[in-house]
Nanobody
Framework: QVQLVESGGGLVQPGGSLRLACVVSGIAFSNYAMDWYRQAPGKQREMVAR???????DYAESVKGRFAISRDNAKNTVYLQMNSLKPEDTAVYSC????????WGQGTQVTVSS
């Protein structure tokens, strides 16, 4: 059974940083690309970052230069380091494994506010 469990969300002031983690179980993690998505209230879900099995990364324009996705295959974990956070980054962040019909984590709330 494939499971994805996120952690690391919270409340941070504008300009601050957070690191999200997503632990994946039940699958050969290192073989698959992993994504981070976010959904803000009243908005469509959008992909924030992707890391392929070989380590190549891709980012939404809105987060380039501020966010960094990485993976630790020994720990079956994908990370999202978020720096220079803005109020518009406020959203529920979820990790996603694109395998078969796809698997989602439960999501973690990130709130950027003074």
């Amino acid at each position: 059974q494939v499971q994805l469990v996120e952690s690391g969300g919270g409340l941070v002031q504008p300009g601050g940083s957070l690191r999200l983690a997503c632990v994946v179980s039940g699958i050969a993690f290192s073989n698959y690309a992993m994504d981070w998505y976010r959904q803000a209230p009243g908005k469509q879900r959008e992909m924030v970052a992707r890391i392929f099995a070989g380590g190549v990364t891709d980012y939404a324009e809105s987060v380039k230069g501020r966010f960094a996705i990485s993976r630790d295959n020994a720990k079956n974990t994908v990370y999202l380091q978020m720096n220079s956070l803005k109020p518009e980054d406020t959203a529920v962040y979820s990790c996603y494994l694109n395998y078969l019909n796809g698997y989602w984590g439960q999501g973690t709330q990130v709130t950027v506010s003074s």
